[in-house]
């Protein structure tokens, strides 16, 4: 059975950092290309960033690039994403995601498994 299961998220001023742990079980999490997508109320379910499962291929949204940054530890089974500077707008529940393949895709469709999301709130 796999589990993705996210913490570290909370309620950060603006201009505040906060960083999100994604542990996983349950597949052969050095296998397999993770992301992080976030959905904020009433808005559809968005893509943040992935990385390959050897972390050498990387992909960030736009609206997150240069200061939002994606790592993983394979023996750890676990996935991390460190947020500085962050905004109202980035106010959202973020989800980590798993997709057995090798490229670090931005599509919802494209992954196999989601964590239960962890609440991340900034204020102005």
């Known amino acids: 059975q796999v589990q993705l299961v996210e913490s570290g998220g909370g309620l950060v001023q603006a201009g505040g950092s906060l960083r999100l742990s994604c542990a996983a079980s349950?597949?052969?999490?050095?296998?397999?290309?993770m992301g992080w997508f976030r959905q904020a109320p009433g808005k559809e379910r968005e893509f943040v960033t992935a990385?390959?499962?050897?972390?050498?291929?990387?992909d960030y949204a736009d609206s997150v690039k240069g200061r939002f940054t994606i790592s993983r530890d394979n023996p750890k089974n676990t996935v991390y994403l460190q947020m500085n500077s962050l905004k109202p707008d980035d106010t959202a529940v973020y989800y980590c995601?798993?997709?057995?393949?090798?490229?670090?895709?931005?599509?919802?469709?494209?992954?196999?498994?989601w964590g239960q999301g962890t609440q991340v709130t900034v204020s102005s």
């Open positions: 990385t390959s499962w050897s972390g050498r291929s990387t």
């Open positions: 349950g597949l052969p999490f050095s296998s397999y290309t």
């Open positions: 995601a798993a997709r057995g393949g090798a490229y670090a895709l931005s599509s919802v469709s494209a992954y196999d498994y």
